[in-house]
C-alpha cells in the first residue's frame, strides 16, 4: 500500500510560484511513476505532468515550460515546481502513483493523495 500526501500549496499573487510535495512512507516508492493532476469544482482531473521510475518525464502542451516536475527517491518525494502562476490555475492539485502505468489516464493510477489546494489572485 501506498500512501501519498500532497503538500505546498496555498495562496500566490499571479507570477508568482510554488513548489508542490508529495511525499510517501512506501519502501518502494522508486519503482512508482508519480503524476500530478488538478481539478477544479464541476470538471474532470486535468493531467498535467508524470515521473516515471526511470526519471523520464512528460508534461501537457498546455503548461508551456511553466511546470516542472522531479523525484527525489532519497526523500521518497516527487516536486512540482510552478513558475509564472496565472489565476486559472487556481484549483486542488493532486499527485498520483502506480506501479505499472504512466500515462495521462486518472483512473489508471491506483494511489492518490488528499490533493492540495493552489490559489492564485490576479
Known amino acids: 500500500q501506498v500512501q501519498l500526501v500532497e503538500s505546498g500549496g496555498g495562496l500566490v499573487q499571479a507570477g508568482g510560484s510554488l513548489r508542490l510535495s508529495c511525499a510517501t512512507s512506501?519502501?518502494?516508492?522508486?519503482?512508482?511513476?508519480v503524476a500530478w493532476f488538478r481539478q477544479v469544482p464541476g470538471k474532470e482531473h486535468e493531467f498535467l505532468a508524470r515521473i516515471s521510475w526511470s526519471g523520464s518525464t512528460y508534461y501537457t502542451d498546455s503548461l508551456k515550460g511553466r511546470f516542472t516536475i522531479s523525484r527525489d527517491n532519497a526523500k521518497n518525494t516527487v516536486y512540482l515546481q510552478m513558475n509564472s502562476l496565472k489565476p486559472e490555475d487556481t484549483a486542488v492539485y493532486y499527485c498520483a502513483a502506480d506501479a505499472r502505468y504512466f500515462g495521462l489516464d486518472p483512473y489508471e493510477y491506483d494511489y492518490w493523495g488528499q490533493g492540495t489546494q493552489v490559489t492564485v489572485s490576479p
Open positions: 512506501g519502501r518502494t516508492f522508486s519503482s512508482y511513476a
